[in-house]
């Protein structure tokens, strides 16, 4: 089997998404996500001017070697944008490989360990009330995971907070919004949130909180340990993952479950975080750490730690990544929980998909490969526009974390 063409597919059904779609002489193609929210035409350019024209001719069974060639090949190594393009191009091929074996693609990564997947849901409150009367409509639906974000007194803008009513949607139309931040606002806040929304839920749902990189290691190790009493699922991404050390003070100091990565990149953002046992959760997605090639891997490390997975899932990484991911999730004896943040209608224009929602799980069918397809005519009608993610800075203007 060779690879005789490939494109990459830019298209904006309410929000920006980049596809890959590979195609062979035997009439079998890939699709791989490529999206990375903000910077998607450097995703595109990077494998339209780069990759594609490296990958005719070579035959797409060949996973490992092709993974190793736009990796190990490449002297530039690493990096969001060359590891969501080498992504891209290792699930477009172990889809073409599962339709080849006309056989689900979790049936080639290990079969069946499960056959539903736990997921979590978004509460986004305004205030604290708010955020309970959200948590419970989710609850209403079958969620039984729940992420809680809520308003912060004080602060105009909070992460995980939409606008008005409308679904949350991070990127803004044109150059980034700017935010403002205080540390001690939110610190202060935060453990009384999750002591009314515990009291508001009892003990059997699973309760999760994204700090979104915005803490310094010894205010994590405070706040993972005031929240120890409400028994949170994980505390998301307490301090930016660059310095892994960083990681060893909140340990220190708290039994608080840790996940952490969904901007990392790469087994090597992960080394002392895995092995020092300092987290509990890897949120590194296919889309963005180099596929299901690497993941495995990735995921195969973190089972040796005792260390779950539970990957990043919000609606910038497309159906495609989505479907592949719970595959994945499917095969593998740690999976943890997966975040889930339907995608918009419009979306579903684009995207046929293959998984269904019921009562807290997605389920997955049988159908061959990674079962997702792209409607290029209805992508054409949704044409990319220009969104960024808003920057951050504190009250004082101090250029942050967002
Ligand atoms: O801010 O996907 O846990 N989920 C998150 C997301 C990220 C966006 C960035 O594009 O932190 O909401
Ligand atoms: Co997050």
């Known amino acids: 089997m060779k690879i005789i063409s490939a494109k990459v597919i830019v298209c904006c059904p309410g929000r920006n998404f980049v596809t890959l779609k590979i195609s062979t002489d035997q009439g079998f193609y890939g699709l791989g996500d490529a999206t990375l929210n903000g910077r998607e035409k450097a995703v595109a350019t990077y494998l339209d001017e780069y990759c594609i024209p490296a990958l005719i001719g070579r035959d797409p069974r060949n996973t490992e070697d ?24 290792d699930m477009a091929l172990w889809d073409i490989k599962a339709k080849a074996l006309n056989t689900p693609l979790y049936n080639i990564l290990g079969g069946k360990s499960r056959d539903r997947i736990l997921v979590y849901a978004h509460a986004n409150g305004k205030n604290l009330d708010d955020t309970i009367e959200k948590a419970g409509l989710e609850k209403e639906k079958g969620f039984r995971a729940i992420r809680i974000q809520s308003g912060i007194p004080g602060l105009d803008h909070t992460y995980g907070v939409s606008e008005g009513n409308k679904p949350y949607e991070p990127a803004q139309q044109g150059l980034p919004r700017e935010d403002s931040w205080d540390t001690s606002k939110y610190l202060n806040f935060v453990p009384e949130l999750f002591a009314k929304v515990r009291k508001a839920f009892g003990e ?27 028994h949170l699922f994980w505390l998301e991404d307490p301090v930016t993952g660059e310095l892994q050390e960083g990681l060893r003070l909140i340990r220190q100091h708290s039994v608080t479950p840790v996940a952490i990565g969904e901007v990392f990149n790469s087994i090597y953002d992960y080394t002392t975080l895995i092995t020092e046992q300092l987290i509990d959760y890897i949120r590194m997605p296919l889309v963005h750490g180099g596929g299901i090639t690497h993941l495995m891997k990735v995921a195969a490390m973190a089972s040796v730690y005792h260390i779950h997975t539970g990957f990043h899932g919000a609606t910038d990484l497309s159906p495609v990544n989505l ?50 397809d792209i409607d290029e005519k209805a992508a054409a009608k949704y044409p990319y526009s220009m969104a960024c993610l808003p920057v951050n800075r504190k009250s004082d203007g101090t250029m942050f974390y967002w």
């Open 204 to 230: 059997e749902i699973h309760l999760l909180h994204d700090v979104h990189h915005r803490c310094t290691p010894v205010e994590a190790a405070r706040l993972a340990r005031e929240l120890e009493p409400f």
């Open 323 to 372: 479907a592949a991911t719970l595959h994945f999730n499917t095969a593998i004896n740690n999976f943890g929980i997966q975040e889930y943040m339907p995608h918009q209608e419009i979306v579903h224009e684009v995207f046929t998909v293959n998984y269904q929602f019921r009562q807290g799980y997605l389920y997955i069918d049988d159908s061959p490969g990674i079962g997702v």
């Open 66 to 89: 092709i993974w190793h060639y736009f990796y190990r090949g490449v002297y530039w190594k690493r990096g969001a944008v060359t590891m969501a393009a080498v992504s891209a191009i």
